[in-house]
């Protein structure tokens, strides 16, 4: 045969293959022990190219499968492919290729180790024999062997050992007539204590092993075997994905020590880690700090930051954290974390000073000429070390300029060297002093000339130019003249400051920060003054800066909905607006999600049209600006941001919610529909299971795979117990079975569609006693009460109102209703003979409406008190992130 270089005779040693029926004709080729070279072929290597190999084409499902007791009953479906998913089943599959004709594969299980060795567990299925084996014959036109039926059959820890024996006698009595003898079952009882102490019983791997037939037609031809990928029992402690939820700090000190809280999937206290690092050629990465007692009943971490590599630095630096598992390696998606720099003490406005007049800086002994706590001046041409030139002397050797006696002094020879250094010292002081008097002097007339000049022009510049060396000096809080000209807004003052400043070659005045980590640019923006803003950024002043809490220019402009100001930054940043679009804060958010707290459209239009990504994730949970905004039941700004800014209607958090389950845990009929008429997916399912019954739990849902999957996680109705939301859905709402309906079925009601003629009949009878009383209360009732600060000062709020609630898909039941609570029979009347009726009432539109026949007040909620006009308590909203 041309293939027999490939072909090897069944391995003996610790691999468990029974013997097939055939097996009295054994391979004439000498047997071949396998290592832990037998993984998967995904590439064959080029001394299998010639011949006949097996490789997997699909591995089995990692994660996510039960091991079953013999106690329990067969398995409710087969082990699934690792590239399985609702709708589109597969399993694990081999194929042997180089070669057609009828050939035996045959799977059975052996350890997560290096070599793997025979495991105790056992595979069950309609292909399994007694042996825990499986076998299936492939050929001669479709060499792929797909193995659905696939089940693990765990052993108990009391029956360990004979299983195991049995298994090692059945290896060894592979291809061998005669039994075995004592000293072989002495050896094989050994093996199996052995194997007893190192088995992991939580993991299995499988082992595919193709036969080809022999010259007498046998399969006794073996290729060489693949070995999956592990296999992890679902009810053991490290079978669960890594996944990080939520945390409650993005950014901390370059020194480390920060406390953080994080909120994850089920951990081990024993086996979880961690881990920052930085995804470049450097390498580094360090682990957080906390023992077991600080992972809160397995799904909190509590741990305290590892300090950044560089503990100077310029800006804050973004690295990245995960989740890892101590053994195995397996790590969670990695979230970003940032650190942020240290002020190292206080600014010394002495040195700035210093370097403003061109002189070097000095010693404490001898300050430079000016600044707050200068003292001694002293030329430029003239340093701390050529006055006091240690010598064989050091300066402690002196006071006043004289030689102190005594043992410590002596030296050889320092009788006869000490009149002539200090000769040398004392003329050194005299000229010194001659250029401090040279220097006081010139500095004199000039202050005198600066004082001339101002009395005839009136320009304080003419007095600040001799001085601006002053204009680094900071009071008590750190704000330099520039900071306190801004504080207390005198403009005139502050460009006359800014022209000095800008005079100083190579400074950096203009950028000095206060005790607050502000710089002068910040304070104008804190101050809304727009013009100095311009003025500043035109002087140079770094945009890029930031406060002690992460804060940028825009961070600060964004929480006021400072529209002007915010228009004068994005016009004048050039260069740096891109960066500091994508920037966040220290609390991980960026400026789209400040001005969708803000609730200011104008500024969010503005950042969008910028270049911001309206689809932004903050750092702490990755809510969009669309989350903050159902989360905040604004619906002005949640259909802003669906049907202008076209944002993600399906984006999901870090734990997997989507708008639509934000909107559904808040029990909003209005902002669900307004949703789903977006194209939100109403059967998009988030990251946290499904509650089990008590009956369930016990069995520990070995259910079929499928029924697992339909109800493993929320979707957007399981997160409400509304019927109105439930109504807005139009879904069946039949329950799971042993489950009671959440929400049973809304009436149907007519599309809200007012014309002009009723929008304005309504508008003066919501107005009419000029109080505004009218549309406020009918916007409680109709659930709208985040629209009423928005609308207030608008030239017509009903109007807005009722636009509003039109737009986002609101029924003409639910208005009627609240108008007919209200005591408006009036308006009541208006609607019912008015033409939108009449087309709404010619129409066969059948689609479920957000409001139902009762009020928002009348709805049933058992878990939650409303109060009155509908709208939740802040301490009973649920908070779905």
Known sequence: MGFSARLTSPPQGSWGIPAPADSSHSPSLPPTYFGSHMMEQKEPLMETVEGPYLVIIEQPKQRGFRFRYGCEGPSHGGLPGASSEKGRKTYPTVKICNYTGMARIEVDLVT???PPRVHAHSLVGKQCNEAGNCVTIVGPKDMTAQFSNLGVLHVTKKNMMEIMKEKLKQQKMRNRSRLLTEGELREIELEAKELKKVMDLSIVRL??????????GNFTLALQPVISDPIHDSKSPGASNLKISRMDKTAGSVRGGDEV???CDKVQKDDIEVRFYEDDENGWQAFGDFSPTDVHKQYAIVFRTPPYHKPK????????????????GDVSDSKQFTYYPVVEGEHHPGRLACLAWGLPSAHPPLPCPTGGNLSFPYSSGLTYNSIYSPGPHPVGGYQG?????GPEAEGPGSDRQAPVEESTYCKELQKHGRRSRLWMLALARRNAHALLDYSVTADPRMLLAVQRHLAASQDENGDTPLHLAIIHEQTAVIKQLIDVIVSIPSQQIINISNNLQQTPLHLAVITKQPQVVQLLLQAHADPTLLDRYGNSLLHLALPAGDEEMLRTLLAHLGSAAPYLLRLPDFHGLLPVHLAVKAKSL???DLLVRTGADVNAVERQSGRTPLHLAVEMENLNMATHLVKKLGADINSRTFAGNTPLHLAAGLGSPTLTKLLLKAGADVLCENDEPMSLSSSEASSDTDTDPEEQEQRRCHTSLDLTRSQKVCGTAELPTAPQPGEQPLCPPAPNS????????????LEQLLNQDCSGSDWIELAKRLGLCSLVETYKDTPSPSVSLLRSYELAGGSLGGLLEALDSMGLHNAVRMLHKSEALEKLQSTELKEDSAYGSESVEEEQAPTLALKPGGELPPSQQPQVH
């Open 112 to 114: 997560h180790s290096d």
């Open 207 to 216: 082992r595919f092993t193709a036969y080809l037939r022999d010259s007498s």
């Open 261 to 263: 809280y994080l909120l």
């Open 313 to 328: 630095i310029d800006r804050p630096v973004t690295v990245f954290l995960q989740l890892k598992r101590k053994r195995g």
């Open 401 to 405: 300029g004289v030689q102190m006696k």
């Open 602 to 604: 104008a500024c969010l």
């Open 750 to 761: 007519e599309v809200l569609s007012l014309d002009s003629e009723a929008l304005q009949g």
